[in-house]
């Protein structure tokens, strides 16, 4: 089976390029390497021992992307390419739809071209907004705050009216908030602007390159006033996509499912636990909240556990164990 993964360099996919190349699949990555570094390939080579393609290509460039569906003819896409920063979807819109929404459309079209008809896409928990019941399940309204959250939206909208219509299939994965790391410490989370998530911002703390933990908010409604989420260890979410690829074997043609744990940790839980692990104090700062964030997003993931077949195994001090390896191994990420 031949799989391309758009955005395969990223955090996310190269974890599931591990996974992939483990289970034996024919892998191409595209990636424009706006996020990530060629410095993965060996990273990958060398937990794996496996060869995979790599293409430096843009998902929006049409004729670029068509030469490597012609050379390589997947059978299925993976698509993990796009922007992901829920403040920069405030500061610069347009370049949430272009590469999110206009990026999708081109690549549905040259999977079209070249008769490409299964893709499981990478959405995100954001597409809830402000839950009004916890744990959410898939059948909770879907109200994102922020343009991030509408670019993955519409893109979840595009890939359902583009299976119905060619009777193609999808699987629609909205991830919770994926933390951690391999475990060889040699693949991790890199980000080229200054990181928004939870984790990263504690690693750079933990490593000196920050002198405090911002914590943004500590009167939600929450046991400690800060805000809650599913931490899911990065290694369970990329195994997630490989049960993906087993439910295109079955009769439905397109379905989405939440990719999380269905446990939530609050920030002050999560400093806590980190401080544990790697034995250091992480100085912290409250500050006031932040625009678009929620109080407490929490999944339910049993429909992943009944229909993929898969749940997460991994426990959050695994991922903050591989986290604190990665960090200490790599503390400029993949530029050492
Ligand atoms: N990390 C999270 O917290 C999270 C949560 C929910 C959903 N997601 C989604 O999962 C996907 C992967 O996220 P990630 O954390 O691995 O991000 P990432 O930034 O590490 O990876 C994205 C990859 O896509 C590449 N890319 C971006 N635009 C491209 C383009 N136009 N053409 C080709 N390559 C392009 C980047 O260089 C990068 O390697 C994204 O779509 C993101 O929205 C991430």
């Given at each position: 089976?031949?799989?391309l993964?758009?955005?395969?360099?990223?955090?996310?996919?190269?974890?599931?390029?591990v996974?992939?190349?483990?289970?034996?699949?024919?892998?191409c990555v595209?990636?424009?390497?706006?996020?990530?570094?060629?410095?993965?390939?060996s990273?990958?080579?060398?937990i794996?021992?496996?060869?995979?393609?790599?293409?430096?290509?843009?998902?929006?460039?049409?004729?670029?992307?068509?030469?490597v569906f012609?050379?390589f003819?997947?059978?299925?896409v993976?698509?993990?390419a796009?922007?992901?920063?829920v403040?920069?979807s405030?500061?610069?819109?347009?370049?949430?739809?272009?590469?999110?929404?206009?990026?999708?459309i081109?690549?549905?079209?040259?999977?079209?071209?070249?008769?490409?008809?299964?893709?499981?896409?990478?959405?995100?928990?954001?597409?809830?907004?402000?839950?009004?019941y916890?744990?959410i399940?898939?059948?909770?309204k879907?109200?994102?705050s922020?343009?991030?959250?509408?670019?993955?939206?519409?893109?979840?909208?595009?890939?359902?009216?583009?299976?119905t219509?060619?009777n193609?299939?999808?699987?629609?994965?909205?991830?919770?908030?994926p933390?951690?790391?391999?475990e060889s410490?040699?693949?991790?989370?890199?980000?080229?602007?200054?990181p928004?998530?939870?984790?990263?911002i504690?690693?750079n703390?933990?490593?000196g390159?920050?002198?405090?933990?911002?914590?943004?908010?500590?009167?939600?409604?929450?046991?400690?006033?800060?805000?809650?989420?599913?931490?899911?260890?990065?290694?369970?979410?990329?195994?997630?996509?490989?049960?993906g690829?087993?439910?295109?074997?079955?009769?439905?043609?397109?379905?989405?499912?939440?990719?999380?744990?269905?446990k939530?940790?609050?920030?002050?839980?999560?400093?806590?636990?980190?401080?544990?692990?790697?034995?250091k104090?992480?100085?912290?700062?409250?500050?006031?909240?932040?625009?678009?964030?929620?109080?407490?997003?929490?999944?339910?993931?049993?429909?992943?556990?009944t229909?993929?077949?898969w749940?997460?195994?991994?426990?959050i001090?695994?991922?903050?164990?591989?986290?604190?390896?990665?960090?200490?191994?790599?503390?400029?990420?993949y530029?050492?």
């Amino acid at each position: 089976m031949r799989i391309l993964l758009t955005g395969g360099a990223g955090y996310i996919g190269s974890h599931t390029l591990v996974e992939l190349l483990a289970n034996k699949y024919k892998v191409c990555v595209v990636d424009n390497l706006s996020n990530s570094n060629i410095e993965f390939i060996s990273r990958v080579q060398n937990i794996t021992k496996k060869e995979f393609k790599f293409n430096l290509v843009d998902i929006c460039d049409h004729n670029a992307l068509s030469k490597v569906f012609e050379s390589f003819r997947p059978e299925i896409v993976i698509h993990f390419a796009g922007s992901k920063s829920v403040k920069e979807s405030f500061d610069n819109p347009l370049k949430y739809y272009k590469n999110n929404v206009f990026g999708s459309i081109n690549l549905l079209n040259v999977m079209d071209k070249y008769s490409c008809s299964k893709i499981i896409f990478s959405s995100s928990a954001t597409v809830y907004g402000n839950p009004e019941y916890l744990p959410i399940d898939e059948n909770h309204k879907v109200s994102p705050s922020n343009p991030y959250g509408h670019s993955k939206l519409m893109v979840e909208k595009i890939i359902k009216d583009w299976s119905t219509t060619y009777n193609n299939k999808s699987c629609i994965l909205r991830y919770f908030n994926p933390i951690g790391a391999h475990e060889s410490g040699l693949i991790g989370e890199h980000s080229h602007d200054h990181p928004n998530n939870l984790l990263p911002i504690i690693e750079n703390v933990f490593i000196g390159k920050e002198n405090n933990l911002k914590i943004y908010g500590n009167n939600y409604k929450t046991p400690d006033g800060s805000g809650i989420r599913d931490y899911i260890h990065v290694v369970d979410l990329a195994k997630s996509h490989v049960a993906g690829i087993k439910f295109f074997d079955g009769t439905k043609s397109s379905d989405v499912f939440n990719i999380g744990t269905g446990k939530g940790n609050s920030v002050f839980e999560i400093v806590s636990i980190y401080e544990k692990v790697a034995k250091k104090n992480i100085p912290y700062v409250v500050e006031g909240r932040r625009k678009g964030d929620i109080s407490e997003s929490v999944a339910d993931p049993s429909k992943a556990r009944t229909k993929l077949s898969w749940k997460a195994e991994l426990t959050i001090e695994d991922a903050i164990k591989h986290s604190v390896n990665w960090k200490l191994k790599n503390p400029n990420g993949y530029n050492n």
